[in-house]
């Protein structure tokens, strides 16, 4: 079947630190059948993430040192199989001759069940299957390595980030009245603060994230929480970093529960909203207070 064509094309991510079995195994018996081997690696607009830790040149090295005859070239990620497909067949067709004929290789699990374009493609049945994945988890398990290219691979990877705003919840939580207002101590801190803390991932939204820490740090349950407002926070852990923390605030009554310190809350303490002192507070967190108040102040008056 492959002697009908002139150009093997390897489309795959190769996202690991070095080539293994499969890898190896795979790109040999293309290498076996055509004269011209092309990979294509899949590129993604993010860079250092746990999926797509490695970029473009460092994994097209990766494959030179070890095949230094096959083309290496990238592929867009694209929100839509066919627009991706598309441009897949487009950039073949670039590196190709009107006579030569390419064939398409993948694995399991591989691009070919997404790809829509015109080129005939088939799945390798590989005798080894090695996860990227794991691959990855393993060697962030390791110990640091005590080596200048490990540290100098560290500081390209924070380098090579998107300036990152990291997401927090914060909650004034009121008693029935709006009298009264339940506020945090951290063992290692004098000041009080709001309860809360950073957006997960999996929640659904972040009201979830609101309910999820307010039971967390406080064990108690929370009326729907409602929105006041969002801010950067002038946290002393971000000042110097162009990193930064934006928090959502929002405004909940205690519903049920007797109060319990949790998480890395130490103390637990009802105020008296009328003789609350803005030096009682952390500092991060007074603008909050003060934003707080506005909101709940129309609805002291029913």
Request: overall charge negative.
């Amino acid at each position: 079947m492959t002697d009908d064509y002139d150009v093997g094309v390897i489309v795959g991510r190769f996202q690991v630190p070095e080539l293994h079995t499969a890898h190896i195994d795979l790109i040999k018996s293309v290498c076996d059948n055509h004269d011209k081997v092309i990979i294509f690696l899949g590129l993604s607009p993010l860079m250092v993430t746990t999926n797509n830790p490695l970029d473009f040149e460092a994994r097209k090295q990766m494959l030179l040192a070890a095949f230094p005859n096959i083309n290496v070239l990238y592929i867009r990620d694209e929100m839509h199989d066919d627009r991706w497909s598309k441009n897949l067949d487009r950039m073949i067709e670039d590196v190709l001759t009107p006579a030569q004929k390419p064939l398409l290789y993948g694995g399991r699990d591989s691009f070919v069940r997404h790809y829509t374009g015109k080129f005939d493609t088939t799945e390798l049945q590989q005798d080894v299957y090695v996860s990227g994945g794991e691959i990855r988890k393993e060697v962030s398990r390791r110990s640091v390595r005590s080596s200048p290219d490990f540290r100098a691979g560290v500081v390209w990877a924070a380098y090579s980030q998107f300036p990152t705003v990291y997401t927090t919840v914060d909650i004034a939580i009121f008693n029935e009245d709006y009298s009264q207002i339940l506020l945090g101590r951290k063992e290692n801190e004098d000041l009080y603060r709001l309860i809360g803390g950073f957006a997960d991932p999996a929640s659904l939204d972040f009201e979830q994230d609101a309910r999820r820490e307010v039971y967390e740090e406080a064990g108690i349950e929370i009326t729907d929480p409602e929105y006041v407002t969002s801010r950067t926070v002038d946290d002393w852990r971000y000042q110097p970093e162009v990193d930064c923390i934006r928090t959502i605030l929002f405004v909940a009554k205690h519903m049920y529960g007797t109060p319990q310190p949790g998480d890395d809350i130490h103390e637990l303490r009802w105020f008296d909203w009328s003789q609350l002192l803005y030096d009682e507070i952390n500092e991060c967190h007074r603008p909050l207070l003060h934003s707080a108040s506005n909101f709940v102040l129309p609805k002291r008056g029913k």
